[in-house]
């Protein structure tokens, strides 16, 4: 018993320890298992997760960079910043999303729709990103917010800075901006990094064209959060980059005087300097509020204005395509004259209408002009004379002088908006058409009909063109200090008052570029520009300033939307008695003052008429203006010393 | 009639004194004093709530542990059948009157603790089968018959934690129980049968698991599918341990858990933040004081003369270790999310009472060990 027992106890303690001995092992392997474990993680793998942690710790809240400023050319704001009051809503700190809008609606006014977009919106975000939920809230309503926030979790007001426009009168040279589309973030590269609630872009006009450098640089707070997203402590701020400051060349009294003229019309007016380009003033009307856009704009003013066919979005100065009518005349009379293939003097007789072609074409004056030359068909826009004259040019090379003169082509590389119009030539016709050109095409080109679309800040450009002599300017909006030859040519005008100035001084000191062959004839469409405003029978002559400080030359313009009917013709209809829409458009281009011509202006007034009765009374206005301030212009930047 | 070596009987206090494991002893101590750096850095810092109660915890128990030492290990040896019944009465005490928290039944309400009988049945489980395979001939281990009452008891104990639910602590019951079968001999066919019967009713226990089991288990074989969700834990846990490097990023400084990114991070996550905060280093550390801790209970089954002793102590040295894998190799991310504590460095009056009972009834090994139990 004792033998067998004892024997029995020491097999079994032998089988124990042998089993024991195999766990042993088993467990060393399953220890080595763990180690390598830990060394991959801790040691191989380590730089990977610290990175993770770190993803884990902080967090970065993009701050809406400040938006530079726009300017006129007196430093006067035209584009700038306030401060506006907002509240966000970091939909993960808040108990129930539910109850905090119900809450909302009763401190706030907010529509259902409203806070059904909302909510579409936070279900697409991250959690933590915060939303806006109102940008732009009144004092009275911000601190109503701010009283209540104790019971309003994951909502907070915030004090921001947002766009604020002074006045309407540039709102299409300036644009307007709005907040960011998905197909803005699509388009514009430098949005991609730049993704702020809240922050908005450039949609139109220069706030378009600068976008990228006005906007800024992005700024960001970086906190360490918790697992529950709470901010423990601020780690760093960046408070990002202003956008840059823009300075133009408009002024913005005339810009509002110009607005307040213009009044409803559908119409347009550029004012540029003709030595270096500067654009003074480039109003189009009617206008609208750029402010109401900042914030959203609102659906009902939105459908307002995209139903108005007045089309007071549209910047009918750059982008507005007009047949430019008589005004081309000028353009007709001087590529004649370079081509030699009429001498001034040459008459031709206006007898109210001609045939040619098997096509009667008619003069706007039904009875006749009689004997006409150069001067006097400029004068009194006789259309006869010019279908001879354009019969005997030819489209091609009026084309040729057209599209030297700035036709056809954009003016200003700020304005996405801008068009080219068009430049009738057989070649153009061919391509664009596929027609052959029909000589009759010729009589109407020679008249701004027919195939010629032209923009207002190219026939302010053409204008410019012709009164500073006929060298060729590069148009600018933007304020540009190396590029400003105002200075020396100021100089030169101190150094020799009244004097006009010499071609061949302004080719080489001003690095001109002439763009006629004999610059007499150009003298010879100015004095004939002249003779149209100031001379009796001139078709601006009711509209003239006979104040030698402001005396302009111009010539007036109206463009047919529709062919008169021959039993329109016949009961002499007038303008008046037509159709809104169908009235002509009237244009008048100028430059003034006549003794030393400064500044170049275009007038488009979209079915106003006649440019005599319509658009040459706004050009008269705005030139008084534009000359009074002219001095006051050059002070500001042309004290000795001053870079310019 | 073979009279039984009286001498260890009569030992005098002098002798059971110098005869206690200082060793096993001190590694205790050193643990249980990591431990409380650890759960003062759970804290944020500060000595709060878990840290104090952690601490009197810890020496309430380890008094008990050096009180229990000195327990004769026949005492252990007679009473271990009552014991296991007496836990499991506990247990089905549980599903009557238990505490719920979180979807889980699984404490009595005590006036001072709330008791999981679920952690004591680790240790009753292992005592009831050491005895029980002490006093079977040898021949007779591998009998049909006998092999009925140890699933038996292995079972009913099982059976009534999965019900609670509580899927981590059944397995670790169970895998104590198993050892003490494999040590005392139990045929491998025999494990391999009940390994092809648990697979056949695996189906049937899916069906029986909790949603979020189901989730649990399935996220362990892809926690990067749903990073948000039920893998969020796997995954934070990685973060925090990979990115304690070699030298850890410095005591109180784990941002992981000090940012909540750690879930239970007193309880079974506590190495994940003493990882973080102490890195491989200190992970190394921590492993070799369990090392040392179950070396030491091994030796103690080595020297012991009886097969209890033996039993016992290699089958609660096994269990320990298995569940110091099993935390670790779950917030390592070897092993599912199973509700699992990690000895002695977990929050958690139960499972630090049956441990300190289990090294208790081990150092009684060590002082009595050559003193027979039947």
Same mark, same amino acid.
């Not at chain 2, 006998?146 to 019951?173: K, R, W």
């Given at each position: 018993?004792?033998?067998?027992?004892?024997?029995?106890?020491?097999?079994?303690?032998?089988?124990?320890?042998?089993?024991?001995?195999?766990?042993?092992?088993?467990?060393?392997?399953?220890?080595?298992?763990?180690?390598?474990?830990?060394?991959?993680?801790?040691?191989?793998?380590?730089?990977?997760?610290?990175?993770?942690?770190?993803? &884990?710790?902080?967090?970065?809240?993009?701050?809406?960079?400040?938006?530079?400023?726009?300017?006129?050319?007196?430093?006067?704001?035209?584009? #700038?910043?306030?401060?506006?009051?907002?509240?966000?809503?970091?939909?993960?700190?808040?108990?129930?999303?539910?109850?905090?809008?119900?809450?909302?609606?009763?401190?706030?006014?907010?529509?259902?729709?409203?806070?059904?977009?909302?909510?579409?919106?936070?279900?697409?975000?991250?959690?933590?990103?915060?939303?806006?939920?109102?940008?732009?809230?009144?004092?009275?309503?911000?601190?109503?917010?701010?009283?209540?926030?104790?019971?309003?979790?994951?909502?907070?007001?915030?004090?921001?800075?947002?766009?604020?426009?002074?006045?309407?009168? #540039?709102?299409?040279?300036?644009?307007?901006?709005?907040?960011?589309?998905?197909?803005?973030?699509?388009?514009?590269?430098?949005? /991609?990094?730049?993704?702020?609630?809240?922050?908005?872009?450039?949609?139109?006009?220069?706030?378009?064209?600068?976008?990228?450098?006005?906007?800024?640089?992005?700024?960001?707070?970086?906190?360490?959060?918790?697992?529950?997203?709470?901010?423990?402590?601020?780690?760093?701020?960046?408070?990002?980059?202003?956008?840059? !400051?823009?300075?133009?060349?408009?002024?913005?009294?005339?810009?509002?005087? =110009?607005?307040?003229?213009?009044?409803?019309?559908?119409?347009?007016?550029?004012?540029?300097?003709?030595?270096?380009?500067?654009?003074?003033?480039?109003?189009?009307?009617?206008?609208?509020?750029?402010?109401?856009?900042?914030?959203?704009?609102?659906?009902?003013?939105?459908?307002?204005?995209?139903?108005?066919?007045?089309?007071?979005?549209?910047?009918?100065?750059?982008?507005?395509?007009?047949?430019?009518?008589?005004?081309?005349?000028?353009?007709?009379?001087?590529?004649?004259?370079?081509? /030699?293939?009429?001498?001034?003097?040459?008459?031709?007789?206006?007898?109210?209408?001609?045939?040619?072609?098997?096509?009667?074409?008619?003069?706007?004056?039904?009875?006749?002009?009689?004997?006409?030359?150069?001067?006097?068909?400029?004068?009194?826009?006789?259309?006869?004379?010019?279908?001879?004259?354009?019969?005997?040019?030819?489209?091609?090379?009026?084309?040729?002088?057209?599209?030297?003169?700035?036709?056809?082509?954009?003016?200003?590389?700020?304005?996405?908006?801008?068009?080219?119009?068009?430049?009738?030539?057989?070649?153009?016709?061919?391509?664009?058409?596929?027609?052959?050109?029909?000589?009759?095409?010729?009589? !109407?080109?020679?008249?701004?009909?027919?195939?010629?679309?032209?923009?207002?800040?190219?026939?302010?450009?053409? =204008?410019?063109?012709?009164?500073?002599?006929?060298?060729?300017?590069?148009?600018?909006?933007?304020?540009?200090?190396?590029? &400003?030859?105002?200075?020396?040519?100021?100089?030169?005008?101190?150094?020799?008052?009244?004097?006009?100035?010499?071609?061949?001084?302004?080719?080489?000191?001003?690095?001109?570029?002439?763009?006629?062959?004999?610059?007499?004839?150009?003298?010879?469409?100015?004095?004939?520009?002249?003779?149209?405003?100031?001379?009796?029978?001139? =078709?601006?002559?009711?509209?003239?300033?006979?104040?030698?400080?402001? =005396?302009?030359?111009?010539?007036?313009?109206?463009?047919?939307?529709?062919?008169?009917?021959?039993?329109?013709?016949?009961?002499?209809?007038?303008?008046?008695?037509?159709?809104?829409?169908?009235?002509? !458009?009237?244009?008048?281009?100028?430059?003034?003052?006549?003794?030393?011509?400064?500044?170049?202006?275009?007038?488009?007034?979209?079915?106003?008429?006649?440019?005599?009765?319509?658009?040459?009374?706004?050009?008269?206005?705005?030139?008084?203006?534009?000359?009074?301030?002219?001095?006051?212009?050059?002070?500001?930047?042309?004290?000795?010393?001053?870079?310019? | 009639?073979?009279?039984?070596?009286?001498?260890?009987?009569?030992?005098?206090?002098?002798?059971?004194?110098?005869?206690?494991?200082?060793?096993? *002893?001190?590694?205790?101590?050193?643990?249980? *004093?990591?431990?409380?750096?650890?759960?003062?850095?759970?804290?944020?810092?500060?000595?709060?709530?878990?840290?104090?109660?952690?601490?009197?915890?810890?020496?309430?128990?380890?008094?008990?542990?050096?009180?229990?030492?000195?327990?004769?290990?026949?005492?252990?040896?007679?009473?271990?059948?009552?014991?296991?019944?007496?836990?499991?009465?506990?247990?089905?005490?549980?599903?009557?009157?238990?505490?719920?928290?979180?979807?889980?039944?699984?404490?009595?309400?005590?006036?001072?603790?709330?008791?999981?009988?679920?952690?004591?049945?680790?240790?009753?489980?292992?005592?009831?089968?050491?005895?029980?395979?002490?006093?079977?001939?040898?021949?007779?281990?591998?009998?049909?018959?006998?092999?009925?009452?140890?699933?038996?008891?292995?079972?009913?104990?099982?059976?009534? *934690?999965?019900?609670?639910?509580?899927?981590?602590? +059944?397995?670790?019951?169970?895998?104590?129980?198993?050892?003490?079968?494999?040590?005392?001999?139990?045929?491998?066919?025999?494990?391999?049968?009940?390994?092809?019967?648990?697979?056949?009713?695996?189906?049937?226990?899916?069906?029986?698991?909790?949603?979020?089991?189901?989730?649990?288990?399935?996220?362990?074989?892809?926690?990067?599918?749903?990073?948000?969700?039920?893998?969020?834990?796997?995954?934070?846990?990685?973060?925090?341990?990979?990115?304690?490097?070699?030298?850890?990023?410095?005591?109180?400084?784990?941002?992981?858990?000090?940012?909540?990114?750690?879930?239970?991070?007193?309880?079974?996550?506590?190495?994940?933040?003493?990882?973080?905060?102490?890195?491989?280093?200190?992970?190394?550390?921590?492993?070799?004081?369990?090392?040392?801790?179950? +070396?030491?209970?091994?030796?103690?089954?080595?020297?012991?003369?009886?097969?209890?002793?033996?039993?016992?102590?290699?089958?609660?040295?096994?269990?320990?270790?298995?569940? *110091?894998?099993?935390?670790?190799?779950?917030?390592?991310?070897?092993?599912?999310?199973?509700?699992?504590?990690?000895?002695?460095? +977990?929050?958690?009056?139960?499972?630090?009472?049956?441990?300190?009972?289990?090294?208790?009834?081990?150092?009684?090994?060590?002082?009595?060990?050559?003193?027979?139990?039947?």
């Amino acid at each position: 018993m004792f033998s067998s027992g004892s024997g029995n106890t020491v097999i079994k303690s032998k089988l124990i320890s042998r089993r024991m001995f195999l766990l042993t092992v088993s467990k060393a392997v399953v220890v080595v298992g763990v180690l390598g474990r830990l060394i991959s993680l801790q040691i191989n793998e380590s730089s990977k997760y610290k990175t993770l942690s770190d993803k &884990n710790r902080f967090r970065e809240w993009k701050l809406a960079p400040e938006r530079g400023i726009i300017k006129d050319y007196f430093n006067t704001e035209i584009a #700038s910043n306030k401060q506006v009051y907002q509240i966000h809503l970091i939909p993960e700190n808040t108990q129930s999303i539910e109850e905090i809008f119900v809450r909302l609606k009763t401190i706030l006014n907010i529509s259902d729709k409203k806070i059904f977009s909302l909510k579409k919106k936070i279900a697409k975000q991250k959690p933590w990103e915060p939303i806006i939920i109102s940008d732009n809230l009144n004092w009275s309503e911000f601190s109503r917010i701010n009283l209540f926030l104790h019971e309003l979790q994951g909502v907070e007001p915030i004090v921001s800075v947002a766009r604020v426009y002074k006045d309407s009168s #540039s709102a299409h040279v300036l644009g307007y901006v709005s907040q960011v589309s998905a197909k803005d973030l699509k388009n514009k590269k430098y949005l /991609k990094e730049m993704s702020v609630p809240g922050m908005a872009v450039g949609k139109t006009g220069l706030e378009r064209r600068l976008d990228e450098q006005i906007i800024g640089e992005v700024g960001f707070q970086r906190y360490e959060v918790n697992a529950f997203g709470k901010r423990i402590k601020q780690i760093k701020v960046d408070p990002g980059k202003a956008g840059e !400051h823009f300075k133009t060349t408009l002024d913005l009294e005339i810009q509002k005087y =110009t607005a307040q003229i213009l009044g409803d019309k559908a119409a347009s007016v550029c004012v540029m300097d003709i030595y270096n380009g500067d654009i003074v003033s480039l109003v189009s009307s009617p206008s609208y509020d750029p402010n109401a856009f900042v914030h959203g704009v609102d659906r009902d003013y939105w459908n307002n204005l995209i139903n108005n066919d007045k089309k007071p979005l549209t910047n009918k100065a750059v982008s507005g395509l007009y047949p430019p009518g008589s005004t081309i005349k000028t353009l007709v009379a001087l590529s004649a004259l370079e081509n /030699k293939i009429i001498r001034p003097l040459d008459t031709v007789k206006c007898k109210g209408k001609i045939e040619l072609f098997g096509e009667k074409f008619h003069c706007w004056k039904k009875k006749g002009h009689g004997i006409m030359n150069m001067r006097t068909g400029i004068k009194r826009s006789c259309d006869v004379y010019f279908y001879e004259v354009a019969r005997r040019l030819g489209v091609d090379r009026l084309s040729e002088t057209a599209k030297k003169f700035g036709l056809g082509k954009k003016v200003l590389r700020d304005f996405f908006e801008e068009r080219s119009g068009v430049v009738p030539s057989t070649s153009w016709k061919k391509k664009y058409i596929g027609q052959n050109w029909y000589l009759g095409e010729t009589l !109407h080109s020679g008249i701004g009909q027919g195939y010629f679309q032209s923009t207002p800040i190219q026939l302010c450009l053409m =204008t410019a063109q012709i009164a500073n002599g006929g060298f060729e300017i590069k148009p600018r909006i933007l304020f540009d200090k190396r590029k &400003n030859s105002l200075k020396e040519y100021l100089k030169f005008k101190n150094e020799n008052p009244g004097q006009p100035l010499p071609a061949d001084l302004l080719v080489s000191n001003f690095d001109l570029k002439p763009l006629f062959k004999n610059q007499e004839n150009i003298k010879i469409i100015k004095d004939a520009m002249y003779s149209s405003s100031n001379e009796p029978g001139g =078709t601006s002559y009711r509209s003239r300033l006979e104040d030698k400080r402001f =005396t302009f030359a111009g010539k007036t313009g109206s463009s047919q939307i529709r062919k008169f009917t021959e039993a329109q013709r016949e009961a002499e209809v007038k303008q008046e008695q037509l159709k809104y829409e169908n009235r002509d !458009h009237a244009l008048f281009i100028a430059f003034a003052p006549v003794s030393d011509p400064k500044y170049a202006i275009s007038v488009v007034v979209e079915h106003g008429g006649t440019g005599s009765s319509a658009a040459a009374p706004i050009a008269k206005k705005v030139i008084k203006k534009v000359l009074e301030r002219h001095s006051l212009r050059q002070s500001i930047h042309s004290l000795p010393g001053d870079s310019i | 009639m073979f009279q039984p070596r009286s001498i260890q009987s009569s030992l005098s206090f002098r002798d059971k004194l110098f005869s206690i494991d200082y060793v096993l *002893v001190l590694s205790i101590l050193i643990l249980g *004093v990591v431990s409380m750096f650890a759960m003062y850095s759970t804290d944020g810092g500060q000595i709060k709530y878990h840290t104090e109660s952690h601490i009197i915890r810890f020496f309430v128990f380890f008094l008990m542990f050096f009180i229990l030492s000195f327990v004769q290990i026949r005492f252990w040896h007679d009473t271990s059948y009552l014991i296991y019944f007496a836990f499991l009465i506990l247990l089905i005490g549980v599903k009557y009157f238990g505490l719920t928290s979180s979807g889980s039944q699984r404490w009595l309400n005590f006036y001072f603790m709330n008791l999981q009988p679920s952690e004591l049945m680790k240790i009753g489980l292992i005592l009831f089968l050491a005895k029980y395979y002490h006093r079977i001939p040898i021949e007779s281990v591998n009998r049909l018959k006998f092999l009925f009452l140890p699933i038996f008891v292995l079972i009913c104990p099982v059976l009534l *934690v999965v019900m609670q639910p509580d899927l981590g602590t +059944s397995i670790l019951i169970a895998s104590g129980g198993l050892v003490v079968a494999w040590l005392a001999g139990v045929r491998v066919k025999f494990f391999a049968y009940s390994i092809l019967v648990f697979i056949a009713l695996l189906p049937i226990a899916i069906s029986f698991l909790k949603p979020y089991q189901k989730a649990r288990i399935l996220t362990f074989l892809n926690p990067e599918k749903d990073p948000l969700g039920a893998g969020y834990q796997i995954i934070q846990s990685k973060i925090a341990i990979g990115s304690g490097g070699l030298f850890g990023k410095g005591f109180l400084n784990g941002s992981q858990s000090y940012l909540d990114y750690l879930p239970e991070k007193h309880t079974d996550f506590i190495f994940t933040l003493f990882s973080e905060e102490f890195g491989f280093a200190g992970s190394i550390f921590i492993l070799s004081l369990y090392a040392l801790i179950v +070396s030491r209970i091994v030796k103690i089954g080595n020297i012991t003369r009886s097969n209890f002793g033996k039993l016992y102590c290699y089958s609660f040295a096994t269990a320990f270790f298995i569940y *110091v894998v099993v935390n670790m190799g779950m917030v390592l991310g070897l092993l599912p999310i199973v509700g699992s504590p990690l000895p002695i460095m +977990s929050y958690g009056g139960s499972s630090m009472m049956a441990i300190m009972l289990g090294l208790g009834i081990a150092m009684s090994c060590k002082i009595y060990k050559d003193t027979p139990v039947n």
